[in-house]
């Protein structure tokens, strides 16, 4: 089993920032790719980043350029640093975790809510 804790969410203004973090445990945690997930309220699932443990990194195209994923193996921990945010980033943001590619995402945190004002 893998956990997953997320911590950083809240609300800040348009064009502000934010940095999400993420601790997970489990036996697995090391070797796999972990991530980032969003749900606007209203709309379906989305990804948003994710990265290997080789630090290879992930964009979804509609964030790319204002979000930045990094990960810390010796800790297990995946932080997400969000720039210009806008009202439209407000969603609850997930971390996720999958053993390989083809298998992720498996595991979900419960996330964390993100909130921009304008």
């Known amino acids: 089993q893998v956990q997953l804790a997320e911590s950083g969410g809240g609300l800040v203004q348009a064009g502000g920032s934010l940095r999400l973090s993420c601790a997970a445990s489990g036996r697995i945690v090391s070797i796999g790719i972990m991530g980032w997930y969003r749900q606007v309220p209203g709309k379906q699932r989305e990804m948003v980043a994710h990265i290997t443990r080789g630090l290879s990194t992930n964009y979804a195209d509609s964030m790319k350029g204002r979000v930045t994923i990094s990960r810390d193996n010796a800790k297990n921990t995946v932080y997400l640093q969000m720039n210009s945010l806008e009202p439209e980033d407000t969603a609850v943001y997930y971390c996720?975790?999958?053993?390989?590619?083809?298998?992720?995402?498996?595991?979900w945190g419960k996330g964390t809510l993100v909130t921009v004002s304008s």
């Open positions: 996720v975790f999958g053993p390989t590619i083809g298998t992720f995402p498996t595991y």
